[in-house]
Each structure stands twice: as C-alpha cells, then as structure tokens.
C-alpha cells in the first residue's frame, strides 16, 4: 500500500515511511492510493467476529506487507484490550462508549497502535532514535504519553497549553516520566500548535532530529479509528434502519475515518460532525466557503480548533466535490449552554452521565433525528470524570473515581514551563 501526499509534491511513501514521517516533506497529509471495500461475507458475518478479527480485517490493507500478519494481530491485540460497548439512551440514540482505555478517551486506540507500529519499525532495523512532538488540547497528550510509555527508540515531547487543561487532564500527561516530557505552554492550544509545525520546518531540527507527529495527521493514529464504527455496527440489534452516526469533532479525525470505514462498505446513512462553538465546518456547508478562525475556549476543549486538520482528507475522500460531501455529512454547532442542559437532561431522563464531547455529540444527533427517521450513535469520547469540574455542578452528583484515575491524581506533576519557539527548539537540540 502506497500513501500520497495531499499537497502532490512529494513522492509516494510506504505505510513504514508515512508512520514514520508523520506529515509529507511538502506538508501534505498522507493519504492511502487505493481503498478497496471488504466482502459482502465480511457484513453478513460481522456478528460472529471478536474485535480483533474485525480489526484486522479492516486495517490489513493500510499496513500491507511491512508488518508481518503475526506482529499485526499482535499489535491489535494489545491495542485493544478493553471494551467498546454501545449503551441506549432513548428510542433510536445510543452511544458507543470509547472511554475504557488507560486514558479513558478515544485517542487511545489510535496513541497505542502507532506506538507499536513505530516500536515494530524501530525493532525490525535499528531505525534512528524518533521523537514524537505532539501539541495536546488536552485528551491527545494523555493518550499519546500513555500509549508510549516505555517504548523503545521513540521519545514524546507533550506541549499543552498551561492552565488550559483539566486537572485530570495535566496529571495524565505530566507524571509518567520516563521518555514522556510534557512542555508547559505559557499560551493557547493554537500557540502549541504553531510552536510544533515550526518545529518540523525547522532547518536545524530537521538534520539533527527525527521528529514524528502523533496527532491524527500520522495514518497510523488516524486509520485505526474506523474500529470504531465496525464495532458499533457489530453491536446493532436492527441492523436494517438507516443508522447516522454523530461524532464531536474538532481535528475532524475521527469522523475522517468513520468515513473511511463508509468507504470500505460500512453501511451508514449519514455522518454528523457536531461541534462547539468551533464553528468552521457547520458554517462551510451552510457558506460553501472555508474560514479558519482563531479557536474559542469551550467546556468540551478537546474540540476547540479553529482550524481542523482532517478537513483535507474529507474533501478527498467525496473527491472535492461539495454536493458529493453534503449527501454524506451534515453539521451542526452547540452553545456551551447548550451542552450543560443536554448533560442535565440525559442524566434527569435517562440516568446516563456524559462528558461535554459526548453530549455535544448527543445534540447534533437529536438535531437530525427530529426531522430524519433512522437510529442513530452519538461517540461518547470521553468518560465525564475528566472533566470533573464542568460535569459535577450540572449533574449535582460526585462521581467515583475509576482506577485509571485513581492512579495518576495523586501523582506530582513534572513539567517544563516555556513562553517561546526558541525555548523549544533548544529543549529539543539539547535532548
Ligand atoms: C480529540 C477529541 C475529540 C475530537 O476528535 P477529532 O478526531 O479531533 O475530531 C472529541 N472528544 C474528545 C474527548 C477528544 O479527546
């Protein structure tokens, strides 16, 4: 399997190399050359297939040959082991849960599988020391340190903007030690951001680093999110009605690789992409034009991007046709407000409590269902005790801590404070 770079400049590269690269010499994201669906039997039988099989059977073509079968259901396995349930909230919503991982947010699936997949490169041939640089709005850093700890050959280099994160949040990126170093960013998510793709245009990092990124530009942190959507459509009981699926997206990755999924034959209606006051999306399919903007602070801060970087890869996959996209996506925008009373209203009437993301999630889905009749799963992305102090006071409850947390929040903090690019390029020459 080959991967081309958006941008068409730079050459083709292996599935190794684009792991490896994170983003194309011309800063193109990778996109695979060829998508072929799976077979009818694949769909007919979906119900008698663990997760792993199913994983496989969807990614095996994005790694072709360069992991060996073996290593690759290995690598699965690992990613893996911990559940995906989908849970009813009302007649025709549900929400795929994908908070049971170690950081107990969804970027762990894609964190862990990169990690091995870079681990097994690193193994395979004494490939040169990578340093994964990374800019976390919150749930990334935790995910990304996590699914890394103690791999070999890679070090993580965490940015996050300082007092911007919750405090679940700051303890699962600033207490592992080992290869993980978590910066402290006197600024916004954008300033992290910026800081780090300077980094990787940078002459003089470029010649004496091997910089990576892990955030869901690399086709190895995006493309296992289409399990996803399998495992949701594995768990349907009517798996005749139409089924849309609501995704709170910021980057717009995971939503990206729902539609991937769409791609390989996956039967969905409908994709949502339901943001907060982030608005660039909703507001290009209403205006037909793009306009990034600055990002605006919200209580679901894992979705506060001005900017989203999958959006390029949308616009590939319905072939950078707009009416093509508008059949397969639609978008709405939610207040924080808004967001509050849908997490008050789910816990009154439904005894379920979910984290802002989700609950925004929960919006847009509401918003299509009132004048579309098909069932539908919001992507519960995040379980609420991360965002404690937003979701307590609405709900008007303590939650209990799980032990992922339990682990970290009495954990000390370790981090090292910056205000600017240069502090970074010389943390990074001197490491
Ligand atoms: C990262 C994240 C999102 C947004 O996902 P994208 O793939 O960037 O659109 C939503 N919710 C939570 C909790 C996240 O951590």
Redo the contacts with the bound molecule.
Sequence with gaps: MQYYSLNKIAPNVSFKDAVIKGLAPDKGLYFPEIISPLAKGFYNNINYFSNEEIAFEVIKQFVGNEISETALKEIIKETLNFDFPVVEIEENISTLELFHGPTM???DVGARFMARCLSYFNKQEKTAKVTVLVATS???GGAVASGFLGVKGVDVVILYPSGKVSNVQEKQLTTLGKNITALEVNGTFDDCQAMVKKAFLDEDLILNKNLTSAN?INVARWLPQMFYFFFAYKQLKNKEKDLVFS?????????CAGMMAQQLGLPVKQFIASTNANDIVPKYLETDVYTPKPSIQTI?N??D?GD?S?FVRIIEIYKNSISELKKHLSSYSFTDDETREAMKFMKDNSNYIA?P?GAVGYLGLKKYLAINNVQGIFLE??HPVKFLDVVEPVINETIKLPTQIKEVIDKEKVSKYISTYNELKQFLLNS
Excluded: E, L, Q
């Design positions: 947010a969804f970027k919150g749930d990334t869901s995704i709170p997206s910021g980057n717009f990755g995971n939503i679901s894992a979705m991007v989203p999958n984290d993301h992305t995040a």
